[in-house]
């Protein structure tokens, strides 16, 4: 029996190290995983992360590129809906709440503006620019790419920034968010994600319609 017990022990060894041979040689647990899982399963996989990009407006997803990181913004929803999404090479990296200006709307966001004070939201194509520190704590510059549209983001000090307004006690307290002076802010976990996804030349994509 003592002999039988070493025998097996000598193939099992053996048989570990034929394993391990095997698996660096084609370069490691991803070839198994690629290899044995069912192609059913796989097809699910690229399945799902397409139904979580159709969660997305089409107009938004038009400007999803390929490869790089977009920030996505609808302001025709309601401020209580998860209207900012983060995209990263083709997948959600964040979808949560985002203000609007105070004099854009209360819920619905209605009107908006290029204006400096006039405390309102602006849409169309913008890229982040610095982040720093403010009055807001962590914040991220942003630059209007759209004459006459938003090419004054910059100077009204338009940024993205962290607000306890933008929290889910906050909205199930008022049934909506708080309300910037034109800021796209957010709750402070998700604006600092934002911001170490997309600082320094990411694209911005805010859409809206004026009532």
């Known amino acids: 029996m003592k002999q039988l017990r070493i025998i097996l022990l000598v193939i099992l060894c053996v ?26 399963q796989l097809e699910n996989i690229a399945s799902n992360l397409k139904e979580s990009l159709s969660a997305i407006p089409s107009d938004l997803i038009q400007k999803i590129p390929e490869t790089g990181t977009v920030i996505l913004v609808d302001f025709r929803q309601p401020s209580y ?19 609007h200006g105070k004099n854009s709307g209360e819920t619905f966001t209605t009107s908006f503006s290029n204006k400096p004070e006039s405390n309102k939201s602006c849409i169309g194509y913008f890229k982040t620019g610095n982040v720093y520190w403010g009055s807001k704590g962590l914040a991220m510059r942003i630059y209007g790419m759209e004459p006459g549209i ?11 920034h962290g607000s306890d307004y933008v929290t889910s006690s906050f909205l199930l307290r008022n049934g909506r968010i708080g309300r910037s002076l034109g800021c796209f802010a957010t709750s402070y976990q998700d604006n600092s994600k934002i911001i170490s996804l997309c600082k320094y030349g990411a694209k911005l994509y805010a859409v809206g319609t004026e009532a």
């Open 15 to 40: 048989v570990t190290v034929q394993i391990n041979h095997f698996i660096a040689d084609k370069g490691g647990l991803w070839w198994i995983y690629h290899h044995i899982t069912p192609k059913k």
């Open 81 to 99: 809906k998860k209207r900012l999404w983060v995209v990263q090479n083709k997948q959600i990296k964040i979808n949560c709440r985002v203000a």
């Open 150 to 160: 938003n090419d004054n983001a910059y100077d009204r000090g338009i940024v993205f």
